[in-house]
């Protein structure tokens, strides 16, 4: 039998550090390196230790809206009692009566769905400095219904407009990266 060279594909056998061997110091970027270099710790990205300029303007950007949605409700109830004064001054068919029902059932939908919208907001902003990935996600669906919502009250006062061009940079500084590493940062 042959102790030589065995049929081995991964070569020789590695020796272990020990006497024979001196010993090295690790280099800056091995898992081991006694501190971690400029970035976070093991090669991780760096946690960001305050909230980024971008992520606290898309903050007051959903402030804004929610104190729009707050204001369109206000505008709806005073168009709700327009109309129920208009409606109180006449005298009504049985056709005319339906059709004023469902007028009015549309006004309080509209005042319903604007205090919502405005509710959602403001507590999907409230959570930004504490919030997970799941609050920019809100965020960016949230601005994106609130892009239609702008579009549907641009006739209120322009209001609708500020609204609409608020929402697309909402979308735009949440989806940004700086935005992303925020709500992502670890949570000790």
Known sequence: ??????????????????????????????PYAPFPQQGGYHGMPPVPAEMPG??????IFMFVIAAAH????????????AFNDEVDK????????????YGRGLL????????????????????????????RVGSIVYASFAIISGLMHAAVYGAGLIVFVLAILTI?????????????????
Request: glycine share 10%; aromatic share 14%; with cysteine.
């Open 108 to 135: 309080i939908f509209c005042i319903a769905l604007a205090a919502v919208f405005a509710v959602i907001g403001l507590i999907l902003a409230i959570r930004y400095a504490a919030g997970g990935n799941g609050v």
């Open 54 to 59: 971008i992520t606290k303007a898309a903050r």
């Open 90 to 101: 006449h005298e009504h068919t049985e056709g005319a009566i339906r059709v004023i029902a």
């Open 1 to 30: 039998m042959s102790f030589g060279q065995q049929n081995n594909p991964y070569g020789p056998p590695q020796q272990q550090p020990g006497y024979a061997y001196p010993q090295q110091a690790p280099y800056p970027g091995q």
């Open 70 to 81: 707050l204001a369109f409700a206000a505008v709806y109830v005073i168009a709700l009692g």
């Open 172 to 188: 735009v500084f949440c989806a940004r990266r700086p935005s992303a590493d925020w709500f992502q940062r670890p949570r000790y």
